[in-house]
């Protein structure tokens, strides 16, 4: 939909959600170009961003649909990146900041109603432009304070870059345009959850495989993967085998890697859009330095704690870094070795 549709037909954008998108397409097939080789945002202001923080964290819903969303800007900022599946077997990250004065963000894209699940869970103010019609009830009916780029009272917030005629993956933020919409509309920001559990120190997990690569085959046109850097111990990051480019002068540097796999089926409601039961138990693994250990995964509700433990029913500690979280269907494996 046009963005002329989304400022003056709010009321027609009310009930379709900003939902009619256009189809997703395949990634194009060429290589991308390689990230720059710059150095990443050391583990330590991750770890000290987050476990010294006093404010809430933000959380931003960034396109990820194809080429045309890439490449991305901010990610390298983002101390904890959610990729999840929606509908088109694409994916759609939501990348959570704190303490961080980021200058670009984006293409930012709708809300589906799950990411609200791990919004809430973090404590964090919900970036969106757009949401499906699911997202649009259950925003006010969770009490998620949100910023949304559709509605007038929030679209100073965002800026447009047009690609071409009818682009949709335009949508940009900064985080002093988020921390200024934050203080117009009075949410609280300090901050009342902290659920992850980092280590001060890096450590190896006991028990664990060999994971050198690890591959996410989301749909047969797009995977997601990472590959071990022994160097810096962390894992660089590709998008269907060429690097995971961003605009900054600097690389994706992964720590940890978080697999959950959950039950994924349409929604019915006569769209494309997925349901995924984010709410329950599941298996799972986390990746870190190299290694591979089998997880379990348990959320009691759709605001409270998704809480990791390994084999011997431990609660999982991630390593100071940079933290992906991939959500995949359960009948889908993850390529690791």
């Not at 004065?101 to 984006?106: F, N, P, R, Y």
Request: aromatic residues 10%.
């Amino acid at each position: 939909m046009k963005k002329t549709l989304c400022v003056l037909l709010l009321g027609m954008l009310v009930l379709s959600g900003c939902s009619k998108e256009a189809p997703v397409s395949a990634p194009a097939s060429s290589p991308e170009p390689a990230a720059p080789e710059a150095p990443a945002i050391v583990a330590s202001e991750f770890y000290t961003a987050y476990t010294e923080a006093t404010d809430r964290p933000v959380a931003v819903m960034v396109d990820n649909d194809n080429s045309d969303a890439w490449p991305h800007a901010g990610l390298t900022d983002a101390y904890l990146i959610y990729e999840v599946p929606v509908e088109g077997s694409a994916t759609r990250l939501m990348a959570l900041f704190n303490q961080q004065d980021t200058a670009k963000i984006g293409p930012v894209r709708s809300s589906r109603h799950y990411f609200l699940d791990y919004a809430l869970e973090h404590d964090a103010i919900y970036t969106h432009f757009g949401y499906s019609p699911k997202a649009m009830s259950d925003i006010p009916a969770l009490g998620v304070n949100n910023i949304n780029g559709v509605l007038g009272t929030d679209s100073g917030t965002f800026w447009r870059e047009t690609k071409y005629v009818g682009d949709y993956h335009s949508a940009f933020t900064s985080m002093e345009k988020i921390k200024s919409t934050v203080g117009a509309k009075g949410y609280r920001t300090a901050r009342e959850k902290a659920p992850l559990h980092f280590g001060e120190t890096e450590a190896v997990p006991e028990g664990g495989t060999a994971a050198e690569t690890v591959k996410i085959p989301y749909a047969g046109f797009y995977s997601s993967a990472f590959t071990y850097d022994a160097e810096s111990g962390t894992y660089k990051k590709l998008m269907n085998g060429n690097p995971h480019t961003v605009q900054e002068d600097a690389t994706l540097a992964v720590k940890n890697i978080v697999i959950m796999q959950m039950k994924t089926y349409s929604l019915g409601d006569g769209s494309a859009r997925i349901n995924i039961d984010t709410v329950g138990s599941g298996k799972g693994y986390f990746v870190t330095m190299g290694q591979a250990v089998p997880i379990t995964w348990e959320k009691a509700g759709r605001s409270a704690a998704t809480v990791w433990k390994n084999a011997a029913g431990e609660e999982i500690t991630l390593n100071p870094g940079q933290t992906w979280v991939m959500l995949l269907p359960s009948g889908v494996t993850p390529q690791i070795g």
